[in-house]
């Protein structure tokens, strides 16, 4: 059985996360969703998520079981969000068209744990209306 892993940030989800949850899908029979934490986002993105880590956790499942989209959501480590890699060991690491993810550190990872896992940049989805940035009226 083959195994897409999928993360981000998810805060109020919305129809650009849901097209980036059915794209990663369709690259595998499982899908392994990793919700940021809050803490590994303020690094990040300069700033807190409006939703915390569980309200964001609990609308990615929803979406899935809603979708019939077998898959698993998971916090995120804190210290380090790419050990998710080592531990899920999935075939396919789904990129979302805009998301911030150092490839070269992901395909050294994959690399140095022996790994066949194939990254995929996936397609944006109306991205002038249904990007977070422009839905929270920071754009």
């Known amino acids: 059985m083959s195994v897409a892993l999928s993360f981000g940030t998810f805060d109020n989800f919305h129809p650009g996360h849901a097209s980036y949850l059915r794209q ?12 940021a934490r809050d ?3 303020l690094i990040i993105k300069g700033k807190k998520p409006r939703q915390n880590e569980l309200i964001r956790k ?20 804190k ?16 990129l ?3 998301q911030r993810a150092d490839e070269v550190k992901i395909k050294t990872i994959i690399q140095d744990l ?9 397609q944006s989805y109306y ?5 977070s940035s422009i839905l929270n009226g920071l754009n």
Do not use: C, M, W
């Open 24 to 35: 990663s899908f369709s690259l595998a029979d499982e899908l392994i969703v990793i919700i």
């Open 39 to 41: 803490e590994n986002v």
């Open 58 to 77: 609990k609308a990615v499942a929803h979406f899935l079981k809603q979708e019939n989209i077998k898959g698993r959501v998971y916090l995120g480590y």
């Open 79 to 94: 210290n380090n969000s790419l050990r998710v890699i080592a531990k899920y060991q999935p075939d396919y690491i789904a």
């Open 96 to 98: 979302g068209y805009d």
């Open 114 to 122: 022996g790994l066949k896992t194939k990254i995929k940049r996936l």
């Open 127 to 131: 991205p002038e209306k249904f990007k």
